[in-house]
Every structure is written in structure tokens, then in C-alpha cells.
């Protein structure tokens, strides 16, 4: 392999990292009464997952109607549960993966005459992002992180300079 084809993996790999790397905070969705809406994760063993969950409330300054209670429950691939919560509006849930594959979390909005729409805002995090890089900063040593950086940067720069050469 030659060196320019090296420095265009390491450039495509790099590229691959920080696409993977940019994520969504949260997102909304909506149920309508006596509708049920799944969300699949993709999740690793030993993974660290957390999850967070509220019904947006339509009427601000108002408080909620029972019609925006709904029913959560977030399982595995195997169909064990992780967690499950009934009639509620708000929550959150956080575990450790013990089996590999798709998790499902599946938001149930009841049955109500006249129907109703639900919108839930939702943030699932699992492995990379579910960690809290806060905590971790503090306690590790930020300037072998920041060397760190420094050489990546660097690499950067320097497959940035080739593709301007290998463009010429």
C-alpha cells in the first residue's frame, strides 16, 4: 500500500469517526390514542444505556390530562425487560446491556374518546454518549487528553495538505 493510499484510509476513517461521533440530543414524536410507537437501538453487551422521556404538554400552564398518560417498556431483542412504567408522564430508565442486538422502546398511548395526540420527547444514549464525559474530564488527566488532541489535529492537518496535493 502506498502512502497516499494509507493517508486516504486514515482521512476516510477519521471522516467515518466524526460523522458516527455527531449524534441527536433528543427527538419528538406523536402517538394517537390507542396507538402504540417503537423505537429500535442498536446496543452492545456491557453497554451503558440511559434513557429519558416527557409528554410535551399542549396547554402550557396547564397541568396534563389523563388522555397524555402513557405506557413505556423497553426490551430486548430476547424480549426481556429493562424497564417498564405504566400511566405516566415522565421518566427515565438506565441499565447495562447484558445480551447484544436491537432494544426496543415502545410507547403506548390509551384508548380515549375523544382521541388524542401524544407528543413524547425523547433521549436514548447508549455506550459512547450514555457516558458522563463531566465526571470522567475531572477525574482523569486532561493534559494527556489534551496531547491527544494535539496529535489528532495534527494528523489532520497533514491528510488535509495531501488531499491538496494529490488535487493538484
Known sequence: MSMQTGRWCLFNV???????????????????????????????INSMTLGKYHIVNPTEGYPLTDSHNITIGVTSVYGNVYHHADNVTEGQFAFQAMEEGHYLSCFFAADHKPSATVTIDFDWKSAFDAKDWTNVAKKGSIESME??????????????????????
Request: aromatic share 12%; hydrophobic share 45%; with cysteine.
Open 147 to 168: 496531547l491527544e488532541l494535539k496529535k489528532m489535529h495534527e494528523i489532520v492537518l497533514s491528510i488535509h495538505d495531501e488531499m491538496f496535493y494529490l488535487r493538484e
Open 14 to 44: 477519521l471522516i467515518s469517526g466524526f460523522v458516527l461521533w455527531s449524534h441527536v440530543e433528543s427527538f419528538r414524536f406523536d402517538v394517537e390514542s390507542g396507538q402504540t410507537k417503537c423505537i429500535a437501538e442498536e446496543i452492545k
